[in-house]
């Protein structure tokens, strides 16, 4: 029945697809992925919610503190059984895989992300992995929009443009937050865009919070109603709430950094490897059970009149009413909350750091309002501070300063908090910008030579191939030859540059031809003069391996048409600067998007 009711409904978009303009399929699409991404959200939040209401039920009645601790283990152990037994044994986590697929992959996503994310994050992340499904529903959102532009034969420009509206809509459904959805595809994930292609992004982000508010409980998703008006006596404080978050952003990125790295070094197997990392993990939620699942019940506790209800059965239940004890137990989760992150994903579960920064974010809001106030330097308003905290870390370590403002503006109910939202915001970037050159999607692919940044000149290079501007047929000549030959070859060849190598076809110089010019027309010179003596050593050298990045800056810092390639120490070829320029812009108006 459901195959009966696919087939018909992609008859139906097929049919449609060949009577409306190619503009309004793509709004069509856009509705539709929206739609997609929206389903996918509410399988994820929904399940998620469920797991976490039920083990709270059964702890509170049965007094088991330990059951939210063997929830994780479990939820990893699925994971890694799942990817193991149904994926193939691999599984792509991060967002920087869409970036990827966009620049490399010609913005093909494999089938299989509809549905592996759903599954995998589901296990993790519902059975209380310290995590979020954001980066998840995120990728999902773009499979469907990849896919979809595939099934119905799109061009590349307009697939990546359905992954910008899978991506966000799938934020848009996540925290009915249209606006920082479509903030979140353009400013994380296609830095380059015109306005136009606003158009159905924004349909998809529209589209997504819509299915989300009328499918989805409003108890699921993260919202607040409780705030007080913006006071500007305060903005020294948010000022240094802006410095705190950045600071905090950079310990995060960090710690999360060694933490993979040490689960990297393990020499486990994939099971043993899960087992050992959960267990660390149960220990900690066992101790800090707020470090359970996503956490967003307990920030909209933080956020509220009676943030002590966060120390109901946990081991410091008893100091319920005892501020400083409250205020301990929060900075403690606010330092390890990395950790717990970390070790959810490095072990072989499968979520995303989304919810984690918004999680850190209002602990370390209510850490520094609260801290002050109990101190009596002054009276702040805690959950204005909570709130925005969530801004700032959001800000340092996804870099987008402009998502997190309008993110948390969305999910408050409002835009009263919009100036100190924007001065915590732009701190927290600023700092975290200045220690820490990449975000926490990017800093991966930046260490294997694949960095996409807000640069569009660097994004474009990045996606260029070296070895496809290599030119290797350009003839050579020999050191201890006349210029007989050398003249000959230019009578009879377009070539301008001549690489001179020996018998082991090794790189001893070049010779250009405006470097002889007014040799080549006196006879006795060009009979009585060996090319080792007129050619000349090059300025840089270029490899197969490098980077049309370092490429270009290769040729910016020599001011040279033409450089040699050496591979394994041998002469290899020439890359023209002028070839390297028109391959820059055949890839730049492939890649815009209108």
Known sequence: MFKKFIYKLESIIAWSQTKITP???IFLSAVLVGISAAFAVIVLKTFAHWVFSFATYVSGILKLGFLNSILPIIGILLTVLVIKRVLGGTIQKGTSQILYAVAKKASIIPKKQMYAQIVTSSLTVGLGGSAGLESPIVITGAAFGSNYAQKYKLSYKDRTLLIGCGVAAGIAAAFNAPIAGVLFAIEVLLVDVSISAFTPIMISAATGALVSVILLDEEILLSFKQQQNFDYHNIPFYILLGLFT????????????????????????????????????????????????EGYESIKVLSQNDPGRLLENTL?????????????????????????????????GNGGNFAPSLFLGSYVGFFFSKFLNLTGLTK????????????????????????????????????????????????SFAISKRFEKHSMDVKNLAKKGHAFTSNKDTNILSTLDTNSIIQTDYLTVTPNENLTKLVDLISH???????????????????????????????????????????????????PDDSMELVMNKFEKSRKAFLPVLKNDKYFGFISKSIALEAYRTKLKSMTIE
């Open 23 to 25: 503009k309004q399929f």
């Open 246 to 293: 950045g600071i905090i952003s950079i310990y995060y990125s960090r710690n999360f950094q060694r933490v993979e790295h040490f689960f990297g070094r393990l020499k486990l197997r994939p099971y043993k490897k899960a087992l050992f990392g959960s267990s660390i993990l149960a220990i900690l939620i066992f101790i800090f059970p707020t470090l359970f699942g």
């Open 380 to 427: 702040l308003p805690i959950s204005n501070f909570t709130m925005v905290g969530m801004a700032g870390i959001l800000s340092g370590l996804f870099h987008a300063p402009l998502t997190a403002i309008f993110l948390i503006a969305e999910i408050t109910g409002g835009y009263s908090l919009m100036i100190p939202l924007m001065i915590v915001s732009s701190i």
């Open 493 to 543: 060849s377009n070539q301008v540059i001549f690489a001179v190598v020996d018998d082991e076809n090794r790189l001893l110089g070049i010779v250009h031809f405006n470097d002889i010019r007014e040799i080549i027309f006196n006879t006795y010179r060009v009979k009585y003069t060996l090319v080792k003596e007129i050619m000349v050593q090059p300025i840089e050298i270029i490899h």
């Open 316 to 348: 410091f239940s008893d100091f319920r009413n005892n501020s400083w004890v409250l205020l301990l137990f929060v900075g403690c989760t606010m330092m390890v909350k990395v950790f717990a992150t970390g070790i959810t994903l490095s072990s072989g």
